[in-house]
C-alpha cells in the first residue's frame, strides 16, 4: 500500500517538468517577437545597408530560426518522452519526428545547433575581421572547435552505447 502510494507520486512527479515547457514555449514567444523587430529594422535599413550588414542581418534571423527550431524540438519532444503522449494533432499535422526523438538524440541536436550558432557567429566576426585583434580571433576560433570537439565526442559517444537500443 504504502509502495503503490510511493510509486505513484514519483510517477505524477513527471508533471512538475511542464512548467519548465511553457516557459520555453513563453520563451518562444519572445523569440519570434525579437525576430520579428529585426526583420522590420533589416527592412527599414534596408535603402542605405550595405551587402555586408545585409548578409549580418540574414545570419542573424537564421540564428533565431535554429534557436527557436530547437526549441519545439525540445519542448514538444520532451514532453512527449518525459510527460505524455500528444493527441492534439491528426496525423497530417504531426511532425514526423515526433515520438522518434529520445533525450540522447535532443542532446546532440543542441550541441549540434550550438556550434551552428557559433559558426555563424564566427562568420559574422569575419565579416568584420578588422575590428578584431589576432588574440580575440583565436579565442574565437578556439571556442568554437571546443563546441565542434564536444558535439563529435556526444554523438560518438550516443552512437556506441545507444544506437543499438534506438527503434529508428
Known amino acids: 500500500m504504502i509502495e503503490r502510494c510511493i ?4 510517477f505524477g512527479s513527471r508533471w512538475l517538468l511542464v512548467p519548465l515547457y511553457l516557459g520555453l514555449a513563453a520563451v518562444l514567444v519572445l523569440f519570434s517577437a525579437r525576430a520579428v523587430i529585426e526583420i522590420v529594422h533589416v527592412f527599414q535599413a534596408f535603402p542605405d545597408i550595405g551587402e ?3 548578409l549580418l542581418g540574414v545570419l542573424g534571423l537564421i540564428d533565431f530560426v535554429l ?3 530547437l526549441l519545439v524540438m525540445v519542448i ?3 514532453y512527449e518522452a518525459f510527460v505524455s503522449r500528444l493527441d492534439v494533432a491528426d496525423a497530417q499535422e504531426r511532425p514526423g519526428w515526433l515520438g522518434k526523438v529520445d533525450a540522447g538524440t535532443v542532446k546532440i541536436k543542441l550541441a549540434a545547433a550550438i556550434v551552428a550558432v557559433s559558426s555563424i557567429h564566427l562568420l559574422k566576426v569575419f565579416m568584420k ?3 578584431y585583434d589576432d588574440r580575440q580571433l583565436w ?5 568554437h572547435l571546443v ?3 564536444s558535439a563529435l565526442l556526444m554523438a560518438v559517444v550516443d552512437k556506441l552505447a545507444f544506437a543499438a537500443h534506438r527503434e529508428h
Open 139 to 143: 579565442w574565437l576560433c578556439g571556442i
Open 52 to 54: 555586408i550588414d545585409l
Open 67 to 69: 534557436v527557436a527550431n
Open 147 to 149: 563546441f565542434v570537439v
Open 129 to 131: 575581421i578588422d575590428r
Open 76 to 78: 514538444l519532444s520532451s
Open 7 to 10: 510509486e505513484t507520486l514519483i
